[in-house]
């Protein structure tokens, strides 16, 4: 059964980087046809995909946050990574990851989120 | 604001039978699979509905999915309060992003 889980740093302070890393079990992060993912979700709101990789490191950005964000994997490790650069308080949220295939919004499964504050 | 739009809410009484629309676009609900999710309070989403109207193994048989041209809708028949949670509407986008609806948070009285 494939799990996936979120780890990182739970507070970032303003204006610096955002570092999150999903551990993918229960299966191979090179498995062909399938994407990796990243999903947000601020406090009350809704979902918001931030961008996916594949395991050969192609990647997909969300237009709106391209310009900060940056994805990569580890297949030695089955991890993929988050990076998302000058955060501020908008940027406060549940992050998760989840699998999808390619050019497909079908998300499953997906981590059990980790929340990420940004304070000083 | 997001690009598929939801009514933000939606509420039925136990053995009613509601639905929640989802309106998109040609570029995305148009010409793409919608998906469907549903969040129960504090925890992640889980897949609902998957290309327009097919249920993953183990979803009852009284939620059921449906799309035509650039909307879609999801249809829950005999309410029960353990389907109070909110349910996000999805589809790929030809610009090749991921988008998702504003969410509807249903409310079983």
């Known amino acids: 059964q494939l799990q996936l889980q979120e780890s990182g740093p739970g507070l970032v302070k303003p204006s610096e980087t955002l570092s999150l890393t999903c551990t993918v079990s229960?299966?191979?992060?090179?498995?062909?046809?399938?994407?990796w993912g990243w999903i947000r979700q601020p406090p009350g709101k809704g979902l918001e995909w931030i961008g996916s990789?594949?395991?050969?490191?192609?990647?997909y950005y969300n237009p709106s946050l391209k310009s900060r964000v940056t994805i990569s994997v580890d297949t030695s490790k089955n991890q993929f990574s988050l990076k998302l650069s000058s955060v501020t308080a908008a940027d406060t949220a549940v992050y998760y990851c989840?699998?999808?295939?390619?050019?497909?919004?079908?998300?499953?499964?997906w981590g059990q989120g980790t929340l990420v504050t940004v304070s000083s | 604001q997001s690009v598929l739009t939801q009514p933000p809410s939606a509420s039925g009484t136990p053995g009613q039978r509601v639905t929640i629309s989802c309106s998109g676009s040609?570029?995305?609900?148009?010409?793409?699979?919608v998906y469907w999710y549903q969040q129960l309070p504090g925890t992640a989403p889980k897949l609902l509905i998957y290309?327009?109207?097919q249920r993953p193994s183990g979803v009852p048989d009284r939620f059921s999915g449906s799309k035509s041209g650039t909307s879609a809708s999801l249809a829950i028949s005999g309410l029960r309060s353990e389907d109070e949670a909110d349910y996000y509407c999805?589809?790929?986008?030809?610009?090749?992003?991921?988008?998702f609806g504003g969410g509807t948070k249903l409310t079983v009285l």
């Open positions: 989840a699998r999808h295939p390619m050019v497909v919004a079908w998300f499953d499964p």
């Open positions: 229960g299966g191979s992060i090179s498995s062909s046809s399938y994407y």
């Open positions: 990789i594949y395991y050969s490191g192609s990647t």
């Open positions: 040609s570029s995305n609900i148009g010409s793409n699979y």
């Open positions: 290309r327009n109207n």
């Open positions: 999805a589809a790929w986008d030809d610009s090749l992003s991921a988008l």
